[in-house]
């Protein structure tokens, strides 16, 4: 289980870290001129805490029994997870400039690595809503086999208008699923607008307290208060927890924060540029050093 208060040294490490999982994406994303930006922009806390404090894995034994399961159900905010799992030594960090591409384990999507996709990722998903089932599924699994291993689900808030995705929250609490825990990425925005302009979410917390489900809000763009939120989540039995953790789309980029406008689109060569200006280096190093007009003509010529 995480510390709620890790050492000063770790906490700057994994605010760094995803300082520099930010700067992957505006970099993936200049080179391949097409993907989204902001939703993994404003989730690179999230996956920094995940992944170099939360999760258990072994990204040379990507079966390894005694593993966490987690699920990307908002299968376009597949950057930040590349980016991610790059940095966690799942994939060689120069891959990350593939993105998109024919042929290449970085699709728009992620697919699973047992066909063509990226050591780490466990199953395919685009098609939203269906994170929530597949996630209790293998939890129920786990239990039925006695097994410690936690799974984390994580969705995005406009995602939350699908169907699909309640009649799992409502299985989950029927059933009791405690080694749970769904992440809710509250920015408020979806592709088409703000998301109380879309489909009214709130009272988003007395939702899945109705399904049976303990809640913790959190700010998901604090790596303090986010660790303490999933700590407070894995200590709760009896019922599976969801944490909403609210961000900012676009974090870290001044022109794309809290802005749903910029949900599916890359930054321009002078907008990458300026975003990079913003996100200052950090001690990891950038996967590929390039010129802008150079690679993004090869790109779309």
Known sequence: MPASN??????????????????????????????????????ADIFSCLYFRILKYDPSNVTWPERDYFFLSAGHLAPVWYATLARAGFYPLSEMSTLRKINTRLQGHPAPWYTHGLPGIEIASGSLGQG??????????????????????????????????????????HYSVDNLTAIVDRNFCQIDNRTDKVMELEPLADKWRAFRWNVIECDGNDISDFLVAVEEAKAIKGKPSVVIAKTFMGKGVSFMEDDYRWHGVPPGIEQGKQALSELEPTKFGDFVEFEWEKQVAEVVK
Not at 17 to 43: E, Y
Not at 154 to 172: C, K, N, R, S
């Open 132 to 173: 929530m089932s597949i996630a209790v599924g293998a939890a129920l699994g786990l239990r039925m086999d006695r097994k410690p291993n936690h799974v984390y689900v994580l969705h995005g808030d406009g995602e939350l208008d699908e169907g699909q995705v309640w009649e799992g929250i409502m299985t989950a609490g």
């Open 6 to 43: 890790p050492h000063n040294s770790e906490m700057r490490d994994l605010q760094e870290m995803a300082r520099q999982i930010r700067r992957d994406i505006i970099k993936m994303l200049m080179i391949s001129q097409s993907g989204h930006s902001g939703g993994p922009l404003g989730l």
